[in-house]
T-cell receptor, first 111, second 113 residues
Framework: GIQVEQSPPDLILQEGANSTLRCNFSDSVNNLQWFHQNPWGQLINLFYIPSGTKQNGRLSATTVATERYSLLYISSSQTTDSGVYFCAVERSGGGADGLTFGKGTHLIIQP | DAGVIQSPRHEVTEMGQEVTLRCKPISGHNSLFWYRQTMMRGLELLIYFNNNVPIDDSGMPEDRFSAKMPNASFSTLKIQPSEPRDSAVYFC???????????FGDGTRLSIL
């Protein structure tokens, strides 16, 4: 099956800092999503981004499908950004399929 | 709009008991997915349905697990008999079509004693 690797696995930053999270995947995809899992365990959709660039407030994401990677940028981080960030992909080649998740980046924002 | 609704939010039961988890997908979504999250294995797909039909159940760990989708607005995941290693958070997700984003419920935290 498709492989998804996220880096770094852990990241500790001071409030106000910027960060870049990376997701590499091993095959062509027709769906790529970034999620934030908050301390209550909820999986919050951040971006649906199989290709291109999107921005939402302090967050932005870029996927370069031809090179099989995606980046999530967090600017001016806040303590509420803490949690685990997951990249998940759905491989190309058919109807709706299940997502394969990476192991996540555990982000801690210190005040 | 209501999101994906899962129940119960928490379930604690004894080994050997039957457990039934429930999911109501977003109205108009044609695909429904069940995932499980554990510390050891992370988030993994168990089974998914397109238009109420199970498509791929290769992720279901054992015959003790079964899932149904009797109509477009309801699905169940059943474990019988339950074992302590089934303890995990179970998520349900739905999407409108292929190549569309999946939206997740808040999950059911299951503890088998």
């Amino acid at each position: 099956g498709i492989q998804v690797e996220q880096s770094p696995p852990d990241l500790i930053l001071q409030e106000g800092a910027n960060s870049t999270l990376r997701c590499n995947f091993s095959d062509s995809v027709n769906n790529l999503q970034w999620f934030h899992q908050n301390p209550w365990g909820q999986l919050i959709n951040l971006f649906y981004i199989p290709s291109g660039t999107k921005q939402n407030g302090r967050l932005s994401a870029t996927t370069v499908a031809t090179e099989r990677y995606s980046l999530l940028y967090i600017s001016s981080s806040q303590t509420t950004d803490s949690g685990v960030y997951f990249c998940a992909v759905e491989r190309s080649g058919g109807g709706a399929d299940g997502l394969t998740f990476g192991k996540g980046t555990h982000l801690i924002i210190q005040p | 709009d209501a999101g994906v609704i899962q129940s119960p939010r928490h379930e604690v039961t004894e080994m050997g008991q039957e457990v039934t988890l429930r999911c109501k997908p977003i109205s108009g979504h044609n695909s429904l997915f069940w995932y499980r999250q554990t510390m050891m294995r992370g988030l993994e797909l168990l089974i998914y349905f397109n238009n109420n039909v199970p498509i791929d159940d290769s992720g279901m760990p054992e015959d003790r697990f079964s899932a149904k989708m009797p109509n477009a607005s309801f699905s169940t995941l059943k474990i019988q008999p339950s074992e302590p290693r089934d303890s995990a958070v179970y998520f349900c997700a739905s999407s409108r079509l292929s190549n569309q984003p999946q939206h997740f419920g808040d999950g059911t935290r299951l503890s088998i004693l």
